[in-house]
């Protein structure tokens, strides 16, 4: 019911925005110029800005209407409902293996770019904790940021995480900026990428995982794809915006099933910028920031 009720606030606030003109430029660059890539329910489309290459959805979310969405309204299953404690317990003995929030393939991920126990890690969109609970347990110094009051002291209190809900306490620099399905929900994808530099060492590895909104995704997924934005997913990320926004930066692009020998083979000895098979259902970017702002 409740998800009921929030598709249909979401169209008539959009089907007023639209007749107003309000909220179409590039959330993330500020661009008035972009080409409509695909329609939604009349009244929203997927637009790509012409300066900064992004994908995203309009009429777009102000700030203040994603803080609010996300206090009071975001719901994603096991992603966002917080387990009772009993459920809590039988997870973190299982370590997550095996459950829905299981890390051990960004852990991997992560082992095979060189990062190892010891480094500095934020996990920046933390939920109620799961990820950071784990990357805590395999040795990293972990810092997280959540938005949710609720969810954030969730993951204080049950889970022990350092976790801050205010982006100006959250004290670098880190190793490690980690992300896990979480830019493609923010109101403005640029001032997250520079939070990442500001926050990063030189260096430093920027690491995000989000729904692919890569052309070879879409050919061979189409439903998907178009699945892939709207209410809840204002932004799609793809490799066009990825390698524009890390052009001056040593980065790597693929999509799952993950190739690990060639992530590995490309960070310990990089030639250059490359592109893995794009095709999978989430998109990986890992960069080697090379300077910060």
Not at 39 to 44: C, L, S
Request: overall charge neutral; hydrophobic content about 35%.
């Amino acid at each position: 019911m409740a998800s009921t009720i929030n598709r249909v606030r979401y169209f008539i606030t959009s089907t007023r925005k639209t007749l107003l003109g309000q909220c179409l430029a590039c959330p993330s660059c500020g661009s008035v110029e972009s080409v409509v890539v695909c329609r939604k329910y009349i009244v929203t489309a997927l637009h790509r800005c012409n300066a900064c290459h992004l994908l995203f959805r309009s009429p777009t979310t102000t700030d203040e209407e994603s803080r609010l969405f996300y206090q009071d309204t975001y719901s994603q299953g096991f992603t966002t409902d917080t387990p009772s404690l009993y459920q809590l317990d039988k997870l973190k003995t299982s370590g997550f293996k095996g459950s829905e929030k299981d890390y051990t393939q960004y852990l991997d991920i992560l082992s095979e770019i060189g990062c190892k126990p010891g480094d500095s890690l934020l996990d920046y969109g933390c939920s109620w904790g799961y990820g950071s609970w784990q990357f805590g347990q395999a040795g990293y110094a972990v810092t997280a940021f959540e938005i949710s009051l609720q969810r954030s002291q969730y993951a204080k209190t049950y889970l022990g995480i350092n976790v801050e809900t205010s982006l100006g306490n959250v004290r670098g620099p880190f190793d490690i900026f980690f992300s896990a399905h979480v830019i493609e929900h923010v109101p403005s994808v640029s001032n997250s990428l520079q939070f990442a530099r500001q926050v990063l060492k030189l260096g430093g590895w920027f690491v995000a995982f989000t729904p692919n909104g890569s052309e070879l995704f879409r050919a061979r997924q189409p439903k998907s794809w178009k699945y892939s934005w709207g209410l809840v997913h204002p932004n799609l990320l793809d490799d066009l915006f990825y390698s524009n926004g890390f052009k001056s930066d040593l980065h790597l692009l693929a999509s799952s099933p993950y190739d690990l020998e060639s992530i590995k083979q490309w960070a310990s000895s990089p030639q250059g910028n490359i592109s893995l098979d794009l095709s999978g259902d989430e998109l990986l970017i890992i960069a080697k920031l090379a300077k910060s702002t």
